[in-house]
Nanobody
Framework: QVQLVESGGGSVQAGGSLRLSCAIS????????MSWFRQAPGKEREGVAV????????YYADSVKGRFTISQDNTKNTLDLQMNGLKPEDTAMYYC??????????????????WGQGTQVTVSS
């Protein structure tokens, strides 16, 4: 059974950095893709970044491009999200998610097979 557990959230001031980590158990990331999503109160869950297996292609939401970096650590079996230049509008609950297949639309929350429980990120101005 695949399980995802996020960590690394917290409170920072605008311009600061955080590194989120998603521990993967029960599976070695070798197919499909893994993503970070976020959801702010009263808003829909939105895709932030994705990394594909077997090559590591990455894509980002326009709102985080150039500030966030998604990466995979095969030795630790984790999915990480380095967030720099944080803004108050980045405040949200952040989730990692996994899809076994390579198809689908990565930035849509529909179709993902496994979700973590989330970690809160709060950015103050």
């Amino acid at each position: 059974q695949v399980q995802l557990v996020e960590s690394g959230g917290g409170s920072v001031q605008a311009g600061g950095s955080l590194r989120l980590s998603c521990a993967i158990s029960g599976y070695t990331f070798s197919t499909g893709y893994m993503s970070w999503f976020r959801q702010a109160p009263g808003k829909e869950r939105e895709g932030v970044a994705v990394i594909f297996s077997g090559g590591g292609r990455t894509y980002y939401a326009d709102s985080v491009k150039g500030r966030f970096t998604i990466s995979q650590d095969n030795t630790k079996n984790t999915l990480d999200l380095q967030m720099n230049g944080l803004k108050p509008e980045d405040t949200a609950m952040y989730y990692c998610a996994f899809r076994f297949r390579d198809d689908g639309t990565w930035y849509s929350p529909e179709g993902y097979d496994v979700w973590g429980q989330g970690t809160q990120v709060t950015v103050s101005s």
